[in-house]
């Protein structure tokens, strides 16, 4: 049975984990990118060699042209979409807020907020069942910064993922009489590089002892908890969040 997923920021961590995952659990898988394509393609044709199918797809979910086309193309090579993930994020150099400036923020609502709430509403176009879809299921990946706030490091990335956990919320109430459940994982200190990105490579280790567990995750933690709260099993779930963050 094909069954087409999109997941944003596919590439690489937390989303190339899920696309695998979701590539061996027998989803058509919309590996998206927004400029390593080397990577993106290393995932798709991992999915390849294990038989699963899936296709490399450049967009970037900021911009509302290309995360049209993105959805465009997967009914193109697969169908419509009948699941979502929406993984793609990012966050920037460590600072206090007081250092901050707009266009910083900007970038950070622009990938984290509202490239989400546009895949969610192309999701919606295509899954809806008042619209004549098959219905679907969208995940989330928020981050239990969004409860913790992220003091003097990313208090504007933990505010963009509080906003993705009143999205999902709010989504989910919206959209259940549409066939569409809408969940989230709030993932903890997960080992990816993306703490890179923040100028702190090594920050998980740096932290876990302060995680009740005593350490990072791993980005198939995080995959498992997606693909469950996707699948069958979750069919009575909506609105709901699981937090993968090793006891935090």
């Known amino acids: ?50 038989g699963g199918q899936a296709i490399a797809m450049q967009a ?31 966050l920037e150099t460590q600072m206090r807020l007081e250092s901050m400036g707009a266009d910083r923020l900007q970038r950070i609502f ?21 619209r004549g879809g098959a219905g679907g299921a969208i995940v989330n990946l928020s981050s239990v910064a969004a409860r913790l706030g992220a003091p003097g490091e990313y208090v504007d990335y933990a505010a963009s993922k509080g906003a993705v956990d009143t999205m999902t919320i709010g989504l989910a109430k919206e959209l259940a009489e549409d066939g569409i459940r809408v969940n989230a994982v709030r993932a903890g ?11 702190e490579p090594g920050r998980v ?24 709260l996707l699948s069958d099993e979750a069919s009575y779930t909506t609105g709901s969040f699981l937090d993968v963050a090793g006891g935090r």
């Open 189 to 199: 200190y997960i080992h990816t590089d993306m703490h890179a990105s923040g100028g």
């Open 1 to 50: 049975m094909n069954r087409p997923i999109i997941i944003t920021g596919s590439s690489r961590g937390i989303g190339a984990a899920t696309a695998l995952l979701a590539g061996q659990r027998g989803y058509s898988v919309c590996v998206n990118y927004k400029a390593d394509s080397e990577s993106a393609q290393h995932v798709v044709d991992a999915i390849a060699s294990t």
């Open 205 to 228: 280790d740096r932290l876990k002892d302060g995680i009740p567990l005593k350490r990072g995750g791993q980005p198939e933690e995080v995959a498992r908890a997606v693909l469950w």
């Open 110 to 130: 622009s990938t984290n907020v509202i490239g989400p709430l546009l895949c969610c509403r192309e999701a919606v176009r295509r899954m809806s069942t008042r």
């Open 60 to 90: 970037d979910v900021a911009d509302e042209s290309e995360v049209k086309r993105l959805f465009d193309a997967c009914a193109t090579a697969f169908g419509p979409p009948v699941a979502l993930v929406n993984n793609a994020g990012i």
